[in-house]
């Protein structure tokens, strides 16, 4: 009997060392692909990055490396955002030209809808792009550029042109294109594209200083 316990006890051990030495193996593997394969995986996330970038401010209007540009906003509700977001700073030179900001529309017939848009310092839109939403495929997702130049629509706008009062979808009186049948969703990219122009016009000054955004104070209160 006890022969037997013994003979039991050493395959239990063999069989131990032997799933320790296993598990050694594979974390080592697993180490050495994330160490190997991390720094593509972060260059590719870089480059996606700076084509989205580019995709709502005109490389003429910068000549800085953007991502290094980087900053972060305090969460406002004119952006729809409840976490710190990002923003980027475009330069020419010296002088700052153009701001990009994270913004969400929330919304969306799906709920959120995340944007990046593009500000010049004159308070004009250099582009607007969705990076992410869950809108009805065929019904809410025209907002996407790969699916509609819808988007487009609001390159050169400011909060003065059109006027306020016009910053809705057609449907509602207003000077922005939509389709029938799904006006929600435009509705919402319309009104946060508006209200991240406010907050443009109302925090410039800070969010163009050389010490970054940090003084821009954090506003909760929902945009009317
Ligand atoms: C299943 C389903 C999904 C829908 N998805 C969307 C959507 O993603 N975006 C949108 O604007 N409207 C969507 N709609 C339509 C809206 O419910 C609503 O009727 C429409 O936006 C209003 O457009 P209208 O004002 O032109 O009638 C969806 C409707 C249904 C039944």
Redesign the pocket.
């Known amino acids: 009997m006890i022969s037997l316990l013994k003979a039991a006890g050493r395959n239990a051990l063999r069989t131990g060392v032997i799933l320790f030495a296993f598990a050694l193996v594979a974390t080592a593997l697993l180490s050495f692909t994330f160490a190997r394969t991390e720094p593509t995986i972060e260059r590719s996330r870089q480059a996606e990055k700076r084509a989205l970038l580019n995709q709502v401010l005109p490389p003429a209007l910068y000549d800085n490396d953007l991502l290094a540009s980087q900053q972060s906003v305090p969460p406002d509700a004119s952006l729809g955002t409840r976490q710190p977001s990002a923003m980027w700073i475009a330069r020419r030179g010296e002088s700052i030209t153009a701001v990009v900001l994270e913004a969400i529309a929330p919304d969306g017939?799906?709920g959120d809808i995340a944007l990046l848009i593009g500000i010049d310092v004159d308070g004009s839109v250099t582009g607007v792009r969705v990076t992410a939403h869950r809108?009805?495929p065929g019904?809410?997702d025209y907002i996407e550029r790969a699916k509609s130049p819808w988007i487009e629509q609001f390159v050169g706008k400011s909060r003065m042109n059109p006027v306020p009062r016009y910053w809705r979808v057609a449907?509602d009186g207003g000077r922005f294109d939509a389709r029938?049948?799904?006006?929600?969703?435009?509705r919402a990219v319309v009104k946060a594209v508006g209200a991240a122009l406010d907050y443009f016009a109302r925090n410039r000054a800070a969010l163009l200083a050389e010490t970054g955004p940090a003084d821009v104070a954090s506003n909760q209160e929902t945009p009317p």
């Open positions: 017939y799906g809108e009805t019904l809410g449907k029938a049948g799904a006006t929600i969703t435009p």
